[in-house]
């Protein structure tokens, strides 16, 4: 059988393991050290945010920003619908009810005119969110003036879900730089990897000092332990910051790694006319994490499903686009304003290989199979 493709595995440049190399020679092997403070440094220099905190993952951050806001038992908070659990998750587990906002045919990101009617209504009815979970999804960001006028005005934090979007822009403005707080994801099948991890990013210091803390187990500047409040263990591996050092060396060539998979779809498959691609908002430029097709199977006769199980059996990975939170069984009966559009994303979209590994051949392969199903 031929070499398996997989969806987005990371992707090594070089240099990788001597910034390993140097972290145990370092004797540095716990969630703190120099690699971790270079990390984010560098992190913190290349996105233009004056104040970051490492993590063990991206859904802890959500977690601390949720917790610096007092999410909890009674609150509501507002989520993108199409999306990863996580984005909504940490919310949840505090005790707050989801209200889903679904996403604009033209950038697959927040419709912001329904996030309105939902803030509107929530005005109305006296009960204000505690937050925003706006998602910059795919790597493309969302409408991010628009969404930070709307929360002002209704005085709601305006959280950005950066998971996917590292290297994006939004006008000159890096993905996440942006309302109140910033999350972003180094998971395997991200832009760059640690291995595991994520990073919690705030124009406003006081956020991330306290961020940092609670990570730390809120331990007080004593010479014992004391703890005026409880805190969580989410800092990330001097090891693992490592990894990340050596990885952001490479993030350009990643990225333009990524745009070149894109083109390469668009100009390959550009005679299957049934086929059309994620939509590039004009305000921005997005990082094409991933490269995703939309299939009408009423045009074509073949379902998305149908074009995944035949990329499987030439052991090609693909996957369905999110399956939107309001259509997940944990969240049944929460609240949705829309859906649709997050719905028909779903039923007919599939996402590509787009690993910054993948060579000619392997394009090859890929697009040779989607011809024969829908050529």
């Known amino acids: 059988m031929s070499t398996r493709i997989f969806l987005s595995p990371p992707w090594m440049g070089g240099g990788e393991q001597e910034r390993v190399s140097e972290a145990f020679a370092s004797n540095y092997v716990a969630p703190t050290g120099p690699m971790v403070d270079r990390f984010e440094a560098l992190f913190s220099e290349r996105v233009g945010i004056p104040n970051v905190c490492a993590l063990s993952s991206g859904t802890a951050g959500l977690d601390l920003l ?16 199409l999306t990863f659990v996580a984005s909504i998750a940490p919310a949840v587990q505090a005790g707050a009810e989801p209200v889903f906002i679904d996403c604009e045919a033209a950038t697959w990101t927040m419709d912001a005119q329904l996030l309105a009617e939902a803030l509107e209504d929530a005005t109305r009815t006296g009960r204000r969110p505690k937050a925003v979970v706006a998602v910059d999804l795919y790597g493309q960001c969302c409408d991010y003036d628009t969404l930070e006028a709307l929360c002002a005005r209704h005085e709601v934090p305006l959280i950005i879900d950066a998971a996917e979007a590292l290297g994006a822009r939004y006008g000159d403005r890096s993905a996440g730089d942006a309302g109140w707080a910033a999350v972003y994801s180094f998971n395997g099948n991200k832009i760059i990897t640690t291995s595991g991890g994520g990073m919690v990013a705030s124009r406003q210091a006081d956020v991330i000092a306290r961020a940092r ?27 693992c910051a490592a990894i990340g050092v050596g990885q952001l060396a490479h993030l350009d060539t990643i990225l333009a790694r990524k745009r070149r998979i894109a083109a390469f779809y668009q100009e390959r498959l550009q005679e299957l006319t049934a086929i059309t691609w994620m939509p590039q908002a004009p305000y921005g430029e997005g990082n094409h994490w991933l490269s995703i097709l939309q299939l ?51 039923r007919q979209g599939l996402c590509l290989p787009s690993g910054a590994g993948l060579t000619g051949n392997d394009l090859e392969r890929i697009a040779a199979v989607i011809q024969a199903q829908l050529g």
């Open 296 to 346: 009408d199977p009423r045009q074509t006769g073949v379902t998305p499903e149908q074009l995944r199980l035949a990329l499987e059996a030439e052991n090609i990975e693909s996957r369905p686009v999110w399956k939107p939170m309001h259509m997940q069984p944990v969240f049944a009966g929460a609240k949705c304003y829309g859906g649709g559009v997050s719905e028909r994303l779903f």
């Open 213 to 239: 803390k609670r990570s730390q187990q809120s331990r007080e500047a004593m010479p014992w332990y004391e703890h005026i409040e409880l805190g969580y263990n989410y800092r990330l591996s001097n090891i």
């Open 66 to 81: 949720f917790r610096e806001l007092g999410v909890g038992r009674g609150d509501t908070v507002i989520c993108s619908d």
